[in-house]
């Protein structure tokens, strides 16, 4: 175990890989809380609010405990931006997995390192090999298996705006400086966006039972660790090494499915998934 302990923290590409495989797990449990949530009465914006809310309450006070330098206060357009795209995003998800299956949702979600591409290019300045594309590409064409575009849904349109958002969510984080905290990065991305959070959630306000509160306190949880250990793996390795990494949540999510919604694949889905395998693996080789 040592010894693992040691590879991994000499290997910083191979820990990062680790990290988004361990908070796509997280978020596929979190999806799956979601989709719950979406067969009552809670809209979309009210879910986003209150997980904003409870998120921001329960990081406060760690980060009223951080040295002023390490707060991010200084890099807070990067925090309202990302927090503004993660309130689209949340939304986003909460209406494709209303109409979708859970597999189907996720498979559109995943096109999200297929943008990161162009995005790190664009905003971070990184340097791509034409390996990567080619990756990526790879990793979408077991999207699109699975998917099966001769029955794409409207919905499926809401759940690729979702793929935006996490990509340009992950790639400005590269934009924050070296050192920063990430409980703080976690803090201000959505405290900041509580405002238009709850501005646009008040109108359709829907009483919450207490099942309901377990469900949302639950998808917060979730909705922690993921962002947390994305902001690590992608301060820790370029974005065009480790995005596909995230499709190994469609796995999760297929087994997810079978199992809590008798939601059971046809072929073409365990292909696609078989060839997001590869693609990962592909990846995990580029230096």
């Known amino acids: 175990m040592q010894q693992l302990m040691a590879r991994l923290a000499a290997d910083r590409q191979m820990l990062a890989i680790l990290l988004l495989v361990l908070g796509n797990l997280m978020i596929s449990v979190g999806d799956v809380l979601v989709k719950l949530l979406g067969d009552t009465t809670v809209t979309p914006y009210q879910y986003v ?7 921001s309450l329960l990081l406060l006070p760690f980060w009223l405990r951080l040295p002023r330098a390490k707060k991010g206060l200084a890099e807070w357009k990067i ?3 990302r927090g503004h795209l993660l309130l689209i995003g949340s ?3 909460f209406i494709s997995l209303i109409y979708l299956p859970l597999a189907t949702a996720n498979a559109v979600f995943y096109a999200s390192p297929l943008m990161t591409l162009p995005l790190a290019v664009l905003l971070s300045k990184e340097q791509v090999r034409l390996a990567a594309y080619g990756v990526s590409l790879l ?3 077991g999207i699109l298996i699975v998917l099966n575009p001769a029955q794409w849904h409207w919905a499926g349109w809401i759940a690729l705006l979702t793929a935006f958002t996490m990509a340009a969510s992950n790639v400005l984080v590269r934009r924050l400086p070296q050192g920063r905290s990430v409980l703080a990065t976690l803090f201000l991305t959505q405290a900041m966006a509580l405002p238009i959070s709850f501005g646009l ?6 009483p919450l039972t207490q099942d309901l509160w377990l469900l949302l306190g639950g998808a917060t949880l979730v909705g922690i660790v993921y962002q947390g250990v994305c902001i690590l793996a992608y301060t820790m390795a370029d974005a065009s090494k480790i995005a596909a ?3 190994s949540g469609l796995i999760f999510v297929t087994i997810m499915g079978m199992v809590l919604f008798s939601e059971f694949p046809a072929l073409n889905v365990y292909l696609g998934a078989a060839v997001v395998i590869v693609a990962i693996g592909l990846q995990r ?3």
Do not use: M, N
């Open 285 to 287: 080789k580029l230096k």
């Open 201 to 206: 959630a008040l109108p359709t306000w829907q």
């Open 91 to 93: 939304a986003c998800v």
């Open 79 to 81: 925090h309202l931006v």
């Open 245 to 247: 990494s995230e499709y």
């Open 49 to 55: 609010a209150l997980r904003f809310l409870l998120t």
């Open 139 to 141: 990793g979408f064409a």
